[in-house]
């Protein structure tokens, strides 16, 4: 059975809150207990619940973690690719992308171009025509100055494409990842190892990787077409060949690599460990000074370290046993096409500069059929990738998704009311009990832990204006998770939590003492949850660590209500004479008093 009891507290919520009235005393069920003591100026809101612990992080199992077969990583390379070229800077994006496709034809023409000028280079080489060898040397030259310009406009278009990707993606990924809280559900849940390296790693890596590959494969089709008429023209068995030695190396790579991919996602994660623990001896510099700890990280250091190397060494032997194979494929082809048409040479069917023509034909299109053997290590590299990226895109998608009634019934629900007051005060200054405006409603709070453990249960209480509200218990009771679940970083369990809050404009109290009419309305508008609507209301919180951000000084005075608004204004009241002046009501506007 459960009394609600109704206590009054200050517009701004802390993590120490101080009750000032008793009204009624409640106790619930699970072995927990709300007690409300009464003291001459004060009471106090004792909590005792059961002990709660942190939740372990998830077994590792990345060890034993299998590849993501060919149709899950192309659903996650589709779902991940294909926002850009439907956002708002799709027309830029996919004029410069036609603008790559173009130049990339052109270099396939030119490649072409080469094949024909080298059959009739050697020609004349072979027949010690002086006058040809000279003529089809410059026209060599011509082609050179005219065409290396065109590779390179066509690498700098395509890097230039990666880097507009990459910068929207960025974008993208960092709102997705700081919305609805969603980089502390994972930091706290444990959901995904190294977000910040997918972020600034993965991205870099699939854009430029997954453009390289896009025009890889567009120009091999390309070419496909282009020689293979050629080399079809010049000895129909050769192309046959050349089919059989391309189907055969891949089979035989792909059977040999099997293992890369899940050892490059490894090998990802290893290493964003390692970084990681640097990272934190940077940033926890002092306190392992004080304890001596150095000698403790340099183990748990080199432990991370091993781990890495030992992944490293076994992706080393994979790769190595994979080159043992494609270096002897890549060289064979050398004179596998000559050995093919020299019986056709020494017959005199065909002249010498055919047989230079026909192995550079052979050489284009047996790259183009074995994409799959010069590329796998990196294919393998590029899938690990986009498996972390697609992981990652998942746990965003989870997070920021539209909950459905199911969902919401099943945690904790925060919300925030929109209030109108005016306020009226008695002839003494001070205002009447039934004008306090109600800033906090708790019903039937349940909060769990994400196994389903109980902290508190059923808890109902009622917060007013003016009052203040101290939570006590011995550690490991609850307390901070209470908060976190007013402050809506934790949703397991169930009930409701309303905060309400004031328009902008009536955040400040009246400071005349003549009015005596008085007035409280609640329009009962649900005005969300977010983030920025709980600052710019005059909601705040303080952690129990401190924080200092990135930034100036007056970033660090206004955070979290800091804006790019905020230095010009500083710069505005510079020009005019005048100077800022902050308080807990008017900081976030940046109120600008004159001197």
């Known amino acids: 059975m459960v009394t609600q009891a109704k206590l009054v507290v200050e517009p701004h919520f802390s993590c120490g809150i101080t009750v000032s009235t008793l009204e009624s005393s409640l106790k619930f069920g699970h072995r927990s207990s709300l007690k409300f003591h009464s003291f001459t100026t004060r009471r106090r809101l004792s909590l005792a619940a059961e002990a709660a612990t942190t939740p372990p992080a998830p077994t590792n199992q990345d060890e034993q973690r299998k590849p993501p077969d060919l149709q ?5 390379f589709w779902k991940i690719a294909v926002p850009y070229w439907s956002s708002d800077d799709k027309v830029q994006a996919r004029l410069q992308l036609a603008a790559v496709f173009a130049l990339t034809l052109g270099t396939t023409g030119i490649s072409v171009g080469f094949n024909f000028l080298g059959r009739d280079f050697y020609n004349a080489l072979a ?5 040809q060898f000279t003529k089809q040397l410059l026209y060599y030259l011509a082609a050179f100055a005219g065409g290396i310009p065109i590779f390179v406009l066509r690498d700098y278009a395509r890097e230039k494409l990666a880097l507009r990707w990459r910068s929207w993606m960025t974008s993208y990924y960092m709102e997705r990842y700081l919305k609805n809280k969603t980089f502390y559900k994972i930091q706290s849940q444990s959901t995904i190892d190294n977000p910040d390296q997918r972020i600034v790693d993965d991205l870099s890596s699939f854009t430029g990787t997954a453009l390289s590959f896009s025009l890889t494969l567009f120009n091999a089709a390309i070419d496909l077409i ?31 690599g099997r293992g890369l991919v899940g050892l490059n996602f490894l090998q990802e994660k290893k290493e964003a460990d390692f970084r990681y623990g640097l990272v934190r001896v940077r940033e926890n510099a002092e306190s392992i000074a004080f304890y001596g700890g150095e000698e403790n990280e340099m183990q748990l250091l080199l432990s991370r ?30 004179i596998l096409p000559a050995a093919v048409v020299a019986p056709m040479y020494f017959s005199g069917k065909i002249e010498f500069g055919v047989v230079n023509q026909s192995a550079s034909a052979f050489n284009h299109i047996l790259g183009d059929f ?20 697609g992981e990652f895109d998942d746990i965003l998608d989870s997070s920021n998704r539209k909950k459905g009634d199911h969902d919401l019934n099943e945690e904790i629900q925060l919300s925030f009311c929109l209030i109108s007051c005016s306020y009226g005060l008695q002839s003494n200054g001070s ?32 917060i007013y204006e003016k009052d203040h509200l101290l939570v006590t218990g011995p550690s490991g009771s609850g307390k901070t998770s209470l908060l976190r679940a007013v402050a809506g970083l934790w949703n397991f369990g169930s009930g409701a939590i309303t905060i309400y809050v004031r328009p902008r404009g009536e955040l400040d109290m009246p400071h005349s003492p003549d009015v005596i009419s008085s007035q409280v309305t609640s329009t009962n508008e649900i005005i969300g949850d977010s983030t920025e609507r709980r600052n710019s209301e005059g909601v705040i919180f303080l952690p129990q660590k401190p924080y200092m951000v990135l930034g100036t000084l007056r970033q660090q005075l206004l955070y979290p209500t800091w804006t790019e608004d905020s230095d010009n204004v500083v710069d505005d009241a510079k020009q005019s004479d005048c100077v800022l002046k902050f308080s807990p009501t008017n900081a976030h506007r940046g109120c600008k008093v004159c001197k």
Do not use: C, H, W
């Not at 074995?370 to 990226?389: E, G, K, M, T």
């Open 226 to 256: 282009s020689f293979s008429n050629i080399l079809y023209g010049i000895y129909p068995p050769l192309f046959i060949v050349l089919l059989a030695y391309s189907l055969g190396g891949t089979a035989i790579s792909v059977f040999l």
């Open 127 to 131: 027949n010690k025509d002086q006058e």
């Open 431 to 462: 205002m009447p009990l039934s004008s306090r405006v109600k800033l906090l409603d708790v019903e039937q709070l349940t909060v769990q832990t994400p196994s389903k453990a109980t902290l508190i249960k059923d808890l109902s209480f009622e």
């Open 72 to 76: 899950t990583l192309t659903g996650r």
């Open 305 to 334: 370290f091993k781990s890495a190397f030992e992944n490293l060494n076994q992706l080393l032997i994979s790769s190595r046993n994979l080159e043992f194979f494609t270096n002897g494929y890549r060289y064979l082809i050398q």
């Open 370 to 389: 074995s994409l799959i053997v010069y590329q796998f290590q990196a294919i393998s590299a590029f899938s690990a990738v986009i498996d972390r990226l």
